[in-house]
């Protein structure tokens, strides 16, 4: 009688196993009210930026449809304070960008320990079935047709088997799958992680831009005093200049080029001609051919990109080559440095603070030939300048072409 009321226990305990046990729903509420809640403020972020993005679209084609227009101080101020507020929204939306990340984060995080508690009771759970089948099948089966009353029972005990058997193969396929779950969870973490990272850096950079765009509008307004005539003047300055520099960046490569000596050009193609970042790549705060270029009607296309550098940073030398040309005086005037590379390359540093090298020297990739500049008003600057940072083109046969399709 005891044997029989041992096995119809385990019996029960089988049916409990089966039909639910520890993984029964319902213990999992309170975790699952705030992973929707994370999720109804992750939509609601992503609607607040999208309202953002539409924005920054709209005071991007302000932007593109005033350079169009003629160049004038007005204009000019208008520009920036375009160029002022999109930045403000540009930092709008990274803030949202890393609220929304933070958020998806946690969520991540909270999803990881569901699945690890979750995991533990499967295991618990496929246990407990393992231990109750091994105690079973330790009962012959003339035992158990012997110790219950009647075929119907020992029908209902086989079942309970055949059941608890099914269950642990369940139980175990559920289990590789959320253990795939949380694998792919961690990783999708360590990527929120470095994204989130990245995000707080952009944030930092166009904080820094947003600094540097209120300088050039308080010196331009102190350049010009306020007068459309001071400003003209200034603009004619800047285009002259201009010209010359690149008509002076022209002439000059393919001078040097044509009277180098064939030792001197094979000193070139047998050099380091790979492309590295001059200053510590970083921030790049004006594209190649940038639209959004603050001073595109004044000077024309951006033939380079501007690399965020502070005041004084040491600038090295791209690649390999010979110095074509230094334009320096230690005035506020447009200042830079040319270098030619074989494979016709050359390379120009502009808004250089300081200058280190001198005309025909050769100098080697990594090499200190200056340092960065490009604060308004300082020297080497020029009259329009978007704050400190190097000015940095890459020439292919004397024509500018992206840097970025250059450097590593």
């Not at 020992?154 to 099914?166: G, I």
């Not at 973490?189 to 540097?212: C, F, G, T, V």
């Not at 050359?346 to 990594?366: E, I, K, L, M, R």
Request: glycine letters at 6%; hydrophobic letters at 35%; a negative charge.
């Amino acid at each position: 009688m005891k044997r029989l009321i041992k096995i119809s226990f385990l019996s029960i305990c089988l049916a409990a196993l089966i039909t639910g046990g520890p993984l029964a729903s319902g213990q999992y509420s309170s975790p699952e009210a705030e992973i929707n809640a994370l999720n109804l403020k992750i939509q609601e972020q992503k609607k607040q930026l999208e309202a953002v993005q539409a924005k920054q679209k709209e005071y991007q084609e302000k932007i593109a449809a005033k350079q169009k227009d003629k160049a004038n101080l007005q204009n000019q101020l208008s520009i920036l304070d375009d160029s002022l507020t999109k930045s403000q929204l540009d930092i709008e939306a990274v803030s949202l960008e890393i609220s929304q990340a933070s958020l998806e984060l946690k969520k991540v995080e909270m999803d990881i320990a569901g699945l690890d508690e979750k995991i533990e009771k499967q295991k618990e759970h496929i246990s407990s079935l393992l231990r109750l089948v091994y105690k079973q099948d330790q009962v012959s089966t003339l035992e158990m047709l012997l110790l219950n009353g009647s075929l119907s029972e020992f029908m209902n005990q086989a079942k309970y088997l055949a059941d608890a058997n099914e269950e642990i193969g369940r139980s175990v396929e559920d289990l590789r799958q959320d253990k795939e779950g949380l694998e792919s969870n961690q990783a999708l973490m360590k990527e929120n992680k470095e994204k989130l990272d990245k995000l707080k850096d952009q944030l930092e950079e166009k904080q820094s831009n947003l600094a540097y765009e209120q300088q050039n509008k308080v010196y331009l307004l102190e350049e010009t005093k306020s007068s459309e005539k001071e400003y003209q003047s200034l603009l004619q300055q800047a285009k002259r200049e201009q010209q010359q520099i690149n008509a002076e960046i022209a002439s000059v490569e393919a001078l040097i080029r044509e009277k180098m000596s064939q030792q001197e050009k094979n000193r070139l193609e047998s050099g380091n001609n790979t492309i590295a970042w001059p200053v510590p790549k970083n921030y790049i705060t004006s594209t190649f051919h940038d639209p959004d270029y603050p001073y595109r009607n004044i000077i024309g296309e951006h033939p380079a990109i501007d690399i965020r550098a502070g005041q004084g940073t040491t600038i090295r030398a791209a690649a390999d080559g010979y110095v074509a040309k230094v334009r320096y005086d230690g005035s506020k005037s447009y200042a830079y440095i040319m270098i030619i590379h074989g494979d016709g390359l050359s390379t120009v540093y502009g808004h250089v603070s300081a200058v280190y090298v001198s005309p025909d020297q050769y100098v080697v990739q990594g090499q200190t030939i200056g340092r960065s500049g490009g604060t308004p008003g300082t020297p080497g600057s020029g009259p329009f300048s978007s704050g400190p940072h190097l000015h940095f083109e890459v020439r292919k046969d004397g024509l500018p072409v992206n840097p970025l399709n250059y450097l590593p």
